[in-house]
């Protein structure tokens, strides 16, 4: 109980933050806590029927596999981490990196979903680097902060200039941490 106060109280603190991701913030945070069916957003109510459930449980998981060549222990370990895959295919969902599929033939989806993760992991490797500089930033809106970059070519004669002009503070951040000038030179 004393957890799920804790876990209550800084869910608060990102609804109150008043930025415009901070639902989705939430969200992912409680997912983070295995909390996601249980703390109701954005009221915070406690779903009383799945907290009777968890109490009944208490921490008793029966989990069904048919891996034979890994010790339980790894087994385990594996079947936490599956909320960070579920909140990747979620990501790329919610903002549209992988937009309906409409192929026929298993490669082309097979390419499809290849170019749909990479997506996701170019998206998250930025993500990474700002948050070492701002910790406010999370992976939805980097996205949009992408998109406040603008690269200007200007020509004079035969002479090309680019300049890449940034919209906000955290585009501007993103320009620098990727060294996005260096990958224009020539």
């Excluded at 939430?26 to 806590?33: D, K, N, Y």
């Excluded at 909390?35 to 799945?50: A, C, G, M, V, Y």
């Amino acid at each position: 109980m004393k957890r799920i106060e804790k876990v209550t109280e800084r869910v608060r603190k990102i609804i109150y933050s008043g930025n415009s991701y901070s639902i989705e913030r939430a969200r992912i945070f409680l997912e983070s806590e295995n909390l996601n069916e249980t703390i109701l957003l954005p009221s915070l109510e406690i779903d009383q029927e799945r907290m009777n459930e968890r109490m009944s449980m208490m921490g008793k998981n029966v989990i069904f596999t048919n891996i034979m060549d890994m010790d339980s222990a790894t087994i385990i370990d594996l079947y936490r981490k599956r909320n960070r895959v579920e909140h990747c295919f979620r990501t790329i969902n919610t903002m549209n990196i992988a937009f309906p599929i409409y192929h026929c033939t298993p490669q082309k989806i097979r390419v499809h979903m290849f170019f749909s993760l990479m997506a996701y992991l170019f998206l998250s490797l930025i993500c990474n680097e700002i948050h070492k500089e701002d910790e406010s930033v999370s992976l939805i809106p980097t996205m949009e902060y992408l998109m406040d970059i603008n690269i200007i070519y200007a020509a004079n004669g035969k002479r090309v200039t680019r300049k890449i002009e940034c919209k906000s503070h955290i585009s501007d951040l993103i320009r620098r941490t990727m060294n996005l000038e260096g990958m224009m030179k020539d």
